[in-house]
C-alpha cells in the first residue's frame, strides 16, 4: 500500500519526538548504554542538562540564602557535588543545531538537483553593487509574518 506525504510526515515526527522525550533524562534517570545513546544522538538530553545546571545554580543560590548557618548550607549543598556547566550543554545543543542544519541543507541540495543552489542565490535580492541585500530580505521576511499574524491560521 502506498502512504501519503501528511502520514509519512506524521509517522517520522513520532520516530524522531518520541526517543527525544524518552532519553532527554528528564522521565528516567539513564545509565549505561542508554546514556550513551542520549550523549551521542539526543539533543534533548543536552537541553534538559543546560536547564538542570540553571536551576540547580538557582537552588544553591536561594538555599545559601535562606540558610540560617553555614552547617545547614553545607549539608544542602553535598546534594549536588559539582553542578554541570550549562554553557558546555548549550554549546553542545548548537552543534547539534548546526549538524541538523547542514543536514538540511544537503537534503534541500540534493532535492534541487544540479544547479538548484545557483536558481536559488539568482532569486535573492540584491543591491546595486549585486551583493545580496540581506535588509531586504528581513524586509520581506517581516512583511510575510505580519500578513500571517493578521490572517491567522490557515486550513488546509
Known amino acids: 500500500t502506498r502512504v501519503d506525504a501528511a502520514t509519512l510526515a506524521i509517522m517520522i515526527m513520532n520516530a524522531v519526538v518520541i526517543p527525544q522525550v524518552l532519553f532527554a533524562g528528564a522521565i528516567l534517570t539513564l ?5 550513551t545513546i542520549a550523549r551521542a544522538a539526543v539533543p534533548a538530553y543536552w537541553s534538559f542538562r543546560a536547564f538542570d545546571a540553571l536551576v540547580i545554580h538557582d537552588i544553591l543560590d536561594a538555599s545559601r540564602w535562606f540558610a540560617a ?27 547539534f543545531g548546526l549538524v541538523f542544519a547542514g543536514g538540511f541543507f544537503l537534503a534541500m541540495v540534493r ?7 545557483a536558481r536559488m542565490a539568482r532569486v535573492l535580492p540584491r543591491d546595486a553593487v549585486g551583493r545580496i541585500d540581506t535588509a531586504e530580505i528581513l524586509a520581506q521576511v517581516k512583511g510575510l509574518v505580519r500578513a500571517e499574524s493578521t490572517q491567522g491560521p490557515r486550513d488546509g
Open 111 to 117: 532535492k534541487d538537483g544540479p544547479g538548484g543552489l
Open 31 to 35: 545509565n549505561g548504554w542508554s546514556e
Open 69 to 95: 548557618n553555614e552547617a545547614a548550607a553545607a549539608a544542602q549543598l553535598q546534594l549536588v557535588q559539582e553542578p554541570p556547566s550549562w554553557i558546555g550543554a548549550a554549546a553542545v545543543v548548537f552543534l
